[in-house]
């Protein structure tokens, strides 16, 4: 039987401003600039707040530069400025909308004629690594059937130059794709010729057939062809440091046998790996706060490029005032107006979450900065506390997922060097007389450890913890093992050298 009733419910749920807010947090200042370019491209509301300058103009000197400060001058609501906004008539616009299809596009006379100069900026001419391996393709006499099938085998290789796609796909390639038939052999038959391309390696299916083909390219000696040995037969032994055992089967010295391990370990496991285009804004770090001593107190400011000056486009808000101004209102124009609205409080909304983001961003860090005091004004790693995010967020008031997005990605600049903000955040440990370190400080001391070991008898896990309890650390055997993976350093057999 169906009935009918009412029932009151309380649920929980993400206002779409704090789901923006939530984004932003997480988002650090190397791509705050590209989220906010992204917003300024996809609302036309919203502008840069440059003296002088507004919109596009606006966004171009702020990549030359000119940065705001360090959130100085944002004020609690949100301002128009009428300085330099060029007045827009809302019947004007409307009837630009209709002759030119209701695009955003105001015009000519909105943005700027074509007719201005623009500066070019010239293109960075490289040759890819498929490129260079397609330019020696031509010094092969190939017909035009095998011409085609080794291009889609050179299209086929990674970055890193290996031929990870099965053959067989290949050949489905050639067939759907090309309508060429072909098998595995033809297909053996030229990997086998592109092999001999440089850079020496290329074209492998495995490490230990890219290494191989490397070694045959070089002059022939006993070295080398030990070293071929090696690889082929023994290359599981090799990857695992089993030399002993190795050296048994070849019947070589310990000379001998380092003569061929240089010889290895030289090759390149990577041969397309130096034609690979690398970003170098991606590599450098930008710091998202600065903390600077004076005179034995930290003082915290927020990068310019986290406090952007943004503002609500003055030619929006004559719109507005011009339809409020007008007698005559009929749909085309209130559907106008609906729309500007809409993309006025979406540029509101950024505004406020852009503010609050700075806000949390120095509040956060502050509260770091405060639990670890000491670190900050002597640069001492050692003088760092046990702090997990529970802490931090006890002290701003926050949830323990908005510290999580602070810290995530997001590093401050010292004058002890740049510093992830992950880095301060670490479990604790207690030595033998009850007082509580933090983990940061018994990495530190392993770290310190296996750099001063002898290479030819590295120390064991067992050994590092009996070095450990000597210094006071009460700590287990597979914690030392949890801990040396986490610095990225191998077992001892695998550190061990000749």
Not at 353 to 379: D, P, S, W
Not at 389 to 398: C, E, H, P
């Amino acid at each position: 039987m169906l009935r009918q009733s009412h029932q009151q419910k309380l649920l929980q749920k993400l206002s779409p401003q704090q789901i923006q807010l939530m984004k932003l947090l997480q988002v650090p200042t190397a791509n705050l600039e590209e989220r906010i370019k992204e917003e300024l491209e996809e609302n036309p509301a919203l502008e840069f707040e440059v003296d002088g300058a507004s919109g596009q103009d606006a966004y171009e000197l702020n990549d030359s530069g000119a940065d705001g400060e360090d959130g100085e001058g944002m004020g609690d609501e949100v301002e128009l400025s009428n300085d330099t906004a060029e007045k827009v008539d809302l019947d004007d616009f409307l009837r630009r909308e209709d002759d030119e299809g209701g695009g955003y596009d105001g015009g000519d006379d909105y943005y700027g004629g074509g007719e201005s100069e623009t500066m070019v900026t010239p293109a960075r001419v490289e040759t890819s690594f498929h490129d260079y391996v397609l330019d020696q393709l031509g010094m092969l006499e190939l017909d035009d059937r095998s011409h085609r099938i080794a291009e889609q085998i050179i299209g086929s290789l990674d970055e890193d130059g290996y031929l990870r796609r099965e053959v067989a796909s290949i050949v489905d390639d050639l067939a759907f794709g090309q309508n060429i038939e072909t098998n595995a052999q033809e297909i053996a038959g030229l990997v086998s010729k592109i092999q001999l391309f440089d850079p020496p390696g290329i074209c492998a299916v495995t490490l230990q057939e890219c290494l191989i083909l490397q070694l045959k390219r070089m002059p022939d000696g006993k070295p080398v062809r030990n070293a071929i040995e090696i690889l082929d037969k023994h290359f599981n032994e090799f990857i695992k440091k089993h030399y002993e055992k190795i050296q048994r089967h070849l019947d070589l010295n310990d000379e001998d046998f380092k003569k061929v391990i240089n010889i290895i370990i030289k090759l390149n496991p990577k041969p397309g790996a130096a034609f690979a285009v690398t970003n170098k804004a991606e590599n450098y770090i930008i710091p998202d706060f600065f903390v600077f001593n004076n005179n034995g107190v930290p003082e915290l400011s927020l990068n310019s490029k986290n406090a952007p000056e943004l503002r609500i486009s003055e030619g929006y808000r004559e719109m507005i005032k011009a339809y409020d101004r007008g007698e005559k209102k009929n749909k085309q124009q209130r559907d106008a107006v609906i729309f500007i609205k809409q993309k006025l409080d979406s540029a509101k909304w950024f505004i406020d979450a852009i503010k609050q983001r700075q806000h949390t961003l120095l509040h956060t860090m502050q509260a770091i900065m405060n639990f670890q005091n000491e670190f900050f004004v002597t640069g001492d790693e050692s003088a760092l506390k046990p702090m997990i995010l529970k802490d931090i967020a006890a002290m701003t008031n926050l949830d323990v997922s908005t510290v999580s997005r602070v810290a995530n990605s997001k590093f401050v600049q010292t004058e002890y060097g740049t510093y992830k903000l992950k880095y301060f955040f670490s479990e604790a440990l207690q030595t033998d007389s009850g007082e509580e370190v933090s983990t940061r400080e018994v990495k530190s001391m392993l770290h310190e450890f296996i750099s001063a070991e002898n290479k030819h008898r590295p120390l064991s896990d067992e050994h590092l913890t009996d070095m450990l309890m000597e210094k006071g650390y009460n700590i287990a055997r597979r914690t030392v093992a949890k801990y040396r993976e986490q610095l990225n350093i191998p077992v001892a057999r695998l550190r061990k050298e000749l």
